[in-house]
């Protein structure tokens, strides 16, 4: 994760952050993990999406 994508992730209130986190843990499959991960890191960029939903971030 670079050093963007975890500035987006700890301006998610916590439970999003255990959200993802756990999301991403449940996935069986390698590549599947790679693929929530890469969306978890696309949607943080973005700022604007939270788990496929509009998400207006928090101000820090």
Do not use: H
Request: net charge positive; hydrophobic share 35%.
């Amino acid at each position: 994760m670079d050093k963007l994508s975890f500035g987006c992730l700890v301006r998610l209130w916590l439970y999003q952050q255990n959200d993802y986190l756990g999301w991403i843990e449940r996935a069986k499959l390698p590549d599947t993990k790679e693929k929530r991960m890469q969306q978890m890191l696309t949607e943080l960029k973005n700022g604007t999406v939270y788990m496929k939903m509009n998400w207006k971030s928090k101000q820090v």
